[in-house]
C-alpha cells in the first residue's frame, strides 16, 4: 500500500508539473546586440537586422533582440568585444584588430596581399579560427568571423597614382596590420575607429583612409574625398579585415538546448560567407556612389601593384617573427592561412 501510494503521489506530481516544464521548455529570451556601425549602414541592416530577425524566425519567436548599433549602449568601439566577455551585452560585431596585437593569429587576414573576395576569404577565415586561432577566443562563444571585400585607398584632394603618392599623406588605417601597410609605402598611418573618419577628415587631421568601397558612403568617403585608387580585378587586396561576430559565453550556456541550436544553426561558416558577400555585393554600388560625383578612380597597373607588393614585403615576415616571439610556429600559422584563401579562391 505504502508503494502504491507514492507512486501515485509521484504521478499526481508530475502531471502537476508537466505545465511547468512545458512553461521552461518555451521560455523566451532577449538578446542585447551592440555593435560601432551605423543605423543606416549596409552591414547593420543587411546583415546584423536580417541575421536577428532570421534568428528570431528560426526561433518561433522564442529569441529576440534589441539592437544597439552606434554604441548607443555606450563604450567606445575598441571596448566592444570585452562588453560582449563580461556580460554587458549579449553579442556584439566588431573589428578584432579595433584592439592592437590583442588577438595576432587572426592578424593573418589583415596582412597586404593575403585575400582576393570577401566569400572565400571568409570561409577561410571561419576554418582557420577553428584550426589555429580557437584559443584567441576561448573567452567568447564565436558567432561569425569574416573579412569584406577588397580594400581601397580614398584620399581627399590628393590622387594615388603610385605608392610614392602616399608620402606626405595622413592615411586612417584600420587595424594594426594596415597602419604598418600604409606606413611601409611612405604615408604617415593614423590608427583610428570608423565611425571617427567623416570628422577627422573635414579637420585636416587625416587625408585620406583605407576602407573597402562598400562602407564609403556610410562614413560619408564619396563626398568627403576626390580620389580613390583600387587595384585591378583578380589581383590580391591591398589589405583586409578580421571582422568578429561574439556572444557572452554565460549567457549562451544559459540558453535551453533548443535555442542554443538555433544559434548554433545560425553560425559557423555559413553565417561567415554571408556576412562577408553582404558587404561585398554593395562594393560596386558605393563606387558608383563615388563616380556619380565626378570623383575619379584609378586602378593601379600591374607595375604599380608590384610597387606595393616589394615596399609591403617585409609585413609578414614580421608578422612571423612576432608569432615565433609569442611561442607559436608563424611560419606554420601563414602557411595554415595561406593554403585555406587558395582553397577558397574564387575561380
Same mark, same amino acid.
Do not use: C
Given at each position: ?42 552591414? $547593420? @541592416?543587411?546583415?546584423?537586422? *536580417?541575421?536577428?530577425? %532570421?534568428?528570431? #524566425? ?8 534589441? =539592437? ?59 576554418? $582557420? @579560427?577553428?584550426?589555429?586561432? *580557437?584559443?584567441?577566443? %576561448?573567452?567568447? #562563444? ?8 577588397? =580594400? ?13 603618392d602616399l608620402r606626405g599623406l595622413k592615411m586612417r588605417g584600420p587595424t594594426r596590420q594596415a597602419t604598418k601597410l600604409l606606413n611601409a609605402a611612405g604615408a604617415t ?159
Open positions: 500500500m505504502y508503494r502504491r501510494t507514492v507512486l501515485k503521489s509521484a504521478a499526481i506530481a508530475a502531471t502537476v508539473g508537466a505545465p511547468g516544464l512545458g512553461a521552461f521548455a518555451q521560455q523566451a529570451v532577449t538578446l542585447k546586440f551592440h555593435t560601432f556601425m551605423a543605423p543606416t549602414s549596409n552591414v $547593420y @541592416l543587411n546583415a546584423h537586422k *536580417a541575421w536577428m530577425a %532570421k534568428v528570431e #524566425q528560426s526561433s518561433g519567436g522564442r529569441i529576440k533582440f534589441e =539592437g544597439y548599433p552606434a554604441m548607443q549602449l555606450g563604450g567606445t568601439p575598441l571596448q566592444l568585444f570585452d562588453q560582449a566577455r563580461d556580460g554587458v551585452v549579449d553579442i556584439v560585431w566588431t573589428l578584432a584588430g579595433n584592439t592592437p596585437g590583442r588577438f595576432p593569429r587572426t592578424e593573418v587576414f589583415e596582412l597586404p596581399f593575403m585575400t582576393h573576395d570577401a566569400v572565400g576569404a571568409s570561409r577561410a577565415a571561419w576554418e $582557420y @579560427l577553428q584550426t589555429y586561432a *580557437a584559443d584567441e577566443f %576561448k573567452d567568447v #562563444q564565436p558567432l561569425a568571423f569574416h573579412t569584406h571585400g577588397p =580594400g581601397v585607398l580614398h584620399s581627399r584632394s590628393k590622387p594615388i597614382l603610385r605608392a610614392a598611418a593614423v590608427g583610428m575607429p570608423l565611425p571617427q573618419i567623416p570628422d577627422a577628415i573635414s579637420k585636416g587631421v587625416i587625408d585620406g583612409a583605407a576602407l573597402p568601397w562598400e562602407v564609403i558612403t556610410s562614413v560619408k568617403m564619396h563626398e568627403l574625398a576626390q580620389h580613390h585608387s583600387e587595384f585591378a580585378p583578380g589581383k590580391p587586396a591591398l589589405y583586409n579585415t578580421a571582422f568578429v561576430m561574439v556572444m557572452n559565453k554565460a549567457r549562451y550556456a544559459s540558453l535551453p538546448a533548443d535555442l542554443r541550436k538555433v544559434i548554433d544553426d545560425n553560425s559557423g561558416v555559413e553565417t561567415s560567407v554571408w556576412f562577408g558577400k553582404v558587404q561585398q555585393d554593395v562594393d560596386p554600388v558605393s563606387r558608383k556612389a563615388a563616380t556619380d560625383r565626378g570623383n575619379k578612380v584609378h586602378v593601379f597597373t600591374d607595375a604599380e601593384t608590384q610597387e606595393f607588393i616589394k615596399l609591403t614585403g617585409d609585413i609578414a615576415a614580421e608578422w612571423v617573427q612576432d608569432m615565433n616571439r609569442r611561442g607559436a610556429d608563424g611560419e606554420r600559422l601563414l602557411a595554415g592561412a595561406r593554403a585555406l584563401i587558395a582553397k577558397y579562391k574564387p575561380a
